[in-house]
Antibody
Framework: QLQLQESGSGLVKPSQTLSLTCAVS??????????WSWIRQPPGKGLEWIGY???????YYNPSLKSRVTISVDRSKNQFSLKLTSVTAADTAVYYC??????????WGQGTLVTVSS | EIVMTQSPATLSVSPGERATLSCRAS??????LAWYQQKPGQAPRLLIY???TRATGIPARFSGSGSGTEFTLTISSLQSEDFAVYYC??????????FGQGTKVEIK
């Protein structure tokens, strides 16, 4: 059973950079058939896709966040990471990592709450 | 950009009854439509993809239909564990894959 686990800072100050990592249990991470996404959900609100990366390193970002987002991959550790710069209170959310491939998001991490506050 | 609109925002249903949730796309997404279930404090769970194919392990009481711009998720006989928020998502024009705003199914 594939498992994804988010980790990172739960509290970030305004204007600073949010950094999260998603560890993927062994298996499909090295397959080029899957993309690995970050998705967020502000408290009490809906889901917003942030961007994805392939194992090869190819990325695509939501145009609404593109100027502030970087997603990278560490193949040696079976993990991928999210950096979101210049955060504001509007970036407070639960951040999920998820896999997509032959089907849309079929595996998700449990999510991690990131609060932007001074 | 494709916009997904779900209705109603909240659906009040008694256990054992049928629930019908709607999702409309602002332009055709063919059959590239997924449904997710989210319970409080949990990550979303994929229920349906390809508009009508149940994901692995999803009970048969969940069914999806539609194509183009109009889609429906039906829960034939609501169980206590089905009370949750349901999201649709298009992945025809992906990325980005737009999600709907969600329908909350609550106990009547």
């Amino acid at each position: 059973q594939l498992q994804l686990q988010e980790s990172g800072s739960g509290l970030v100050k305004p204007s600073q950079t949010l950094s999260l990592t998603c560890a993927v249990s062994a298996g499909s991470f090295s397959s080029g058939d899957y993309s690995w996404s970050w998705i967020r959900q502000p408290p009490g609100k809906g889901l917003e896709w942030i961007g994805y990366i392939y194992h090869s390193g190819g990325t695509y970002y939501n145009p609404s966040l593109k100027s502030r987002v970087t997603i990278s991959v560490d193949r040696s550790k079976n993990q991928f990471s999210l950096k979101l710069t210049s955060v504001t209170a509007a970036d407070t959310a639960v951040y999920y990592c998820a896999r997509a491939g032959y089907t849309p998001f079929d595996y998700w991490g449990q999510g991690t709450l990131v609060t932007v506050s001074s | 950009e494709i916009v997904m609109t779900q209705s109603p925002a909240t659906l009040s249903v008694s256990p054992g009854e049928r629930a019908t949730l709607s999702c409309r796309a602002s332009q055709s997404v063919s059959s590239n439509l997924a449904w997710y279930q989210q319970k409080p404090g949990q990550a979303p769970r994929l229920l349906i993809y390809g508009a009508s194919t149940r994901a692995t392990g999803i009970p048969a009481r969940f069914s999806g239909s539609g194509s183009g711009t109009e889609f429906t998720l039906t829960i034939s006989s609501l169980q206590s564990e089905d009370f949750a928020v349901y999201y649709c998502q298009q992945y025809n024009n992906w990325p980005p894959g737009a999600f709907g705003q969600g329908t909350k199914v609550e106990i009547k």
